[in-house]
């Protein structure tokens, strides 16, 4: 592990001096690469569907997993996207003259060593693997046991991309001991890593959490809300609220408590409710919300539940106030919506909410690197420092001050 974590900081000094003309013209070869591999690709993936299917993995990881020809092309395309993205390095983020006649400039840096553990879906190896190159860091990545066969082909061929370009494979590479043990060694390594990002099961997050000596960028747990106020528009409350949690229930993203006022609880809860049983989804309500629509009881756990499933609560309260009260409870700081044709209540909410990404008149579903611009994202950070919500190749860097003087002494 020791050596291993050597190589990988060696390198960093390589990576952070690249142009960003070369970053792009490997990371399209590299893209090149993949789509050329793809029969390789689509093999390996197999054995760890077929593995998966063994091991009875539910549909919806299934589907996270699998790749065939046409994800191996959205691979590669993203891959693209994000070659065509602004190079983060190197922009100047401020600059002055200070008394002494000193030119500070403070400028964008890579981090340097960024260890990446994640599970179920091989696109985000090569996902974080681009994204760690194009803002000039080494990857060192952790995937799922269930995506082994595929982490594997994936790393091999962007590792091939970089030895042939005259680079250091540990640029991009997989951590060669996957075990819990060799996780907990990861983290402990602050010597040689600069940053971890967990993204996976909350067990997971809190293990990394608790004992990395290492800083850590949480990818936490989605428990995401829409609220219905009073002047929201009805049509627009009714689509969002679905999409938000039917359009793809089983990530971060999706909502899994919807509250609504009150005032228009009778109204709107027959069509929610029938919306949303023509979804296939299991709902849950509060007291109120059962006097409405006949549906099980919503406990506590529920309500702190994130059920990455087509389930959800409905709480009912009397206003603003006690919908956000109820968010601040239970929410985990990920994405919180409003339904609201009243501008006060929208940007009181907007103001007060403390999450990554707080919407008004749309879904939660939206907070994703791709959506927002950034090509893909590392993880969806739940922390308010260093960086918050999808994180692209502008939070995958730091800065440092650089000072010019001529002949200055203090």
Known sequence: MKEFLQKAKASTQIIATLDGKTKNRILNEMADALVSQTKVIVTENKKDMDAGEKSNLDAALLDRLLLDEGRVSSIANSLREIAGLTDPVGRVLEGWVNDDNLRIEKVSVPIGVVGVIYESRPNVTSDVAALCFKSGN???????????HSNRVIAKVLQEVLLKNGLPKEIISLLPDASREGVAKLIKEDEYVDLIVPRGGEQLIKFI???????????????????????????????????????????????????????IAKVLLPGLYKAFVDAGTKLRGCEKTRENIFIDLATDEDFNTEYLANELNI??????????????????????AIVTENYGAAEKFMNAIDAACVYVNASTRFTDGAVFGFGAEVGISTNKLHARGPMGVNELTTYKFKIYGNGQIR
């Not at 080494?138 to 082994?148: D, N, P, R, S």
């Open 315 to 336: 709480k009912v309260v009397k206003g603003i106030d006690e919908a956000m009260a109820h968010i601040v409870k239970y929410g985990s700081g990920h994405s919180e």
């Open 209 to 263: 959490s608790k004992n990395s000596s290492v800083p850590v960028v949480k990818h936490d747990k989605g428990l995401c809300h829409t609220y219905i106020h009073r002047d929201a528009s009805h049509s627009k409350a009714l689509s969002i609220a679905v999409n938000a949690k039917c359009q793809r229930p089983g990530v971060c993203n999706a909502m899994e408590t919807l509250i609504l006022d009150e005032s």
């Open 138 to 148: 080494v990857a060192i990545l952790k995937g799922g046991k269930e995506a082994e």
